[in-house]
């Protein structure tokens, strides 16, 4: 009789092994999606696109932190020209940046270093998942568990897109810290390490420098940490406190660096987030020394309410202040800064892919509670806890964290697979991952989303600007990548600090009838050319100026200029005369 192979030994894959065929699986994935179109960063056999208008924001001011030896004021005179922006992305993407521009630097050649390193950052990043599973999630899971996860991670297309080539922003970085956390915090629980949870405390510290939106990141560990007290575990609020300590440390340092003690900057790491993390700390600390649980939830509870009082956007929508004209012309247009909507056949796809592997991954967390015995189940409180929390905060909040539940969910469904494999072998493996290769092969088989604005070429044929340039007045959204290929200042950028140039942009192209008011706000901005893309217009009411340009009918004051027939096919270009 053939010899049963033993449950420990299913899914075992050296480790060598594992890296070779994670590493290749991810790279086929990312040249599959180049070549394929779907994500076009190619054109003519040449990498020349960055993926988004963001990408482009940082690789500007890396080449001026390239070219300058240090990081700067953070200020980029090219966008709101003339009065310049203050980008409110802080610096953590940028010291990886650029630590991976002098990786690149010996093989770029003629090409910018810089823009060499924004086409490699993404896939960078997405290789990093390895030895958060192979090194990290050791003791939590098993060789083929850890491949499994490696894999499910490459095959969710809400996540992947945060990755591939031309990807120059802080999402992967997110989504890895993220991960990071979840991992952490899952050693933490079930090793009862303090260690791993002031890790877990440093990793959401520097999602929260990185950006804001981190905060949400926070709240399944500390419900998990509190749940497990609630139930009598008194060593739990132990590792809150040392993730909370850790946390607040890397809040110090950061709002140290970003210099934003004086302020309370919703849109970038502040006293504010110092705030909370000190009141996270204290509520550990109290909880620590007083097993009162009533004390502390009270105490808790009010700090809470007083922070929500004094900024109640921390918690909420930051964004609910904006200019009315910046939400419609910016928020509305990029469509993820509201819940996930369930009501269109688009919404129902996205849920399927981003929210596909959360069910699954909490009714394991649920049987594991029911059969684990008890001193696993910290981490399965966690994992049920976390997807939940974040599935909430998806339909609720902001569809924008759905690469947050993918993070969270794939250990416990990493760990259901080889559950399943125990039994069922591959059938029940494969069976498992159904929804993970239905994602990857919707993406693949997706068509390219439209002819892309040829902006390289027509950066070549407007060539570089002298150092006081003009400034060229374009569609928000083609802001970014004109300054960054022209050096021409613009107006327009879609970022939250910049309401001053949206605000003046939508007001330029919206004008029906060009009178003083029109032109000295022209002037004001030294407004010398006007490029509009056939392919991506701006919103344009009939008989507004972008209307009026696009259909070649141009006002007193707007000379066209004539364009080689591929970029006129593309592009309408004019001079302005006051």
Not at 148 to 169: E, K, W, Y
Not at 182 to 200: G, P, V, Y
Not at 483 to 498: E, H, I, K
Request: aromatic content about 8%; overall charge positive.
């Amino acid at each position: 009789m053939m010899k049963r192979s033993s449950p420990s030994r299913i899914g075992h894959i050296p480790a060598l092994g594992t890296v070779v065929l994670v590493i290749a699986a991810y790279l086929g994935l990312h040249a599959a999606l180049v070549l394929s179109g779907v994500v076009p960063a190619l054109v003519d056999g040449q990498l020349v696109n960055l993926s988004d208008p963001d990408s482009y924001a940082r690789a500007l001011r890396l080449e001026r932190y390239w070219r300058d030896g240090h990081l700067g004021d953070g200020i980029e005179k090219l966008i709101n020209a003339p009065y310049g922006m203050a980008l409110h992305w802080t610096r953590v993407v940028d010291v990886v940046a650029l630590a991976l521009t002098a990786l690149v630097q010996p093989f770029a050649g003629t090409q910018s270093p810089v823009f060499l390193a924004g086409m490699a950052f993404g896939p960078f990043l997405h290789l990093a998942v390895l030895p958060l599973f192979l090194w990290a999630a050791r003791p939590i899971l098993s060789p083929g568990a850890r491949l499994a996860a490696c894999l499910i991670f490459l095959l969710q297309p809400v996540t992947t897109f945060n990755f591939v080539v031309g990807t120059l922003d802080h999402h992967g970085l997110m989504a890895l810290l993220a991960l990071a956390i979840a991992i952490f915090t899952a050693r933490a629980l079930s090793h009862d390490r303090l260690a791993w949870a002031a890790a877990a405390g440093g990793a959401g510290g520097l999602a929260v420098w990185l950006s804001p939106e981190g905060i949400v990141l926070l709240v399944p560990v500390l419900a998990a940490f509190g749940v497990l007290w609630l139930r009598g575990d008194r060593r739990a609020m132990n590792g809150a406190l040392a993730f909370s300590l850790t946390h607040l440390a890397i809040i110090a340092v950061a709002v140290t660096v970003e210099g934003q003690w004086p302020v309370m900057d919703l849109y970038k790491v502040s006293q504010i987030h110092a705030v909370l993390a000190a009141l996270m700390t204290g509520t550990a600390a109290l909880a620590v020394i007083s097993q009162n649980r009533l004390v502390v939830c009270v105490a808790g509870a009010l700090g809470l309410a007083g922070l929500w009082r004094l900024c109640p956007g921390l918690f909420a929508d930051p964004q609910i202040t904006l200019d009315p004209v910046v939400r419609q012309t910016m928020i509305d247009a990029v469509g993820v800064e509201g819940p996930l909507s369930l009501a269109t056949p688009s919404g129902r796809q996205t849920a399927l892919l981003g929210l596909g592997i959360a069910v699954p991954a909490m009714a394991f967390s649920l049987w594991a509670l029911w059969r684990r015995p008890a001193p696993q189940q910290g981490r399965h409180v966690f994992a049920l806890l976390s997807v939940a929390v974040l599935v909430a905060y998806v339909l609720l909040g902001k569809a924008r964290g759905l690469h947050y539940v993918t993070c969270f969910a794939l250990l416990p469904w990493a760990e259901c697979l080889m559950a399943l494999a125990v039994r069922r072998k591959v059938l029940a493996v494969m069976a498992g991952c159904a929804q993970s290769v239905l994602g990857g092969a919707l993406v693949l088989a997706a068509e390219p989303s439209g002819p892309v604005c040829p902006t390289a070429a027509l950066a070549r044929h407007l060539g570089r600007a002298p150092v006081a340039g003009p400034v060229i007045l374009a569609d928000l959204f083609a802001g970014p990548e004109l300054a960054y290929r022209t050096g021409y200042g613009v107006l327009g950028a879609p970022y939250d600090q910049n309401v001053a140039g949206i605000t003046d942009t939508a007001r330029l192209f919206g004008a029906h009838g060009l009178g003083p008011e029109f032109w000295r706000l022209m002037a004001q901005r030294q407004v010398r050319a006007v490029v509009l893309c056939r392919f991506d217009p701006p919103q344009a009411p009939p008989g507004s100026l972008a209307a009026r340009l696009l259909a070649g009918d141009a006002p007193a004051g707007f000379t066209p200029v004539p364009l080689p027939p591929d970029l006129a096919a593309a592009f309408v270009l004019y001079g302005v005369q006051p």
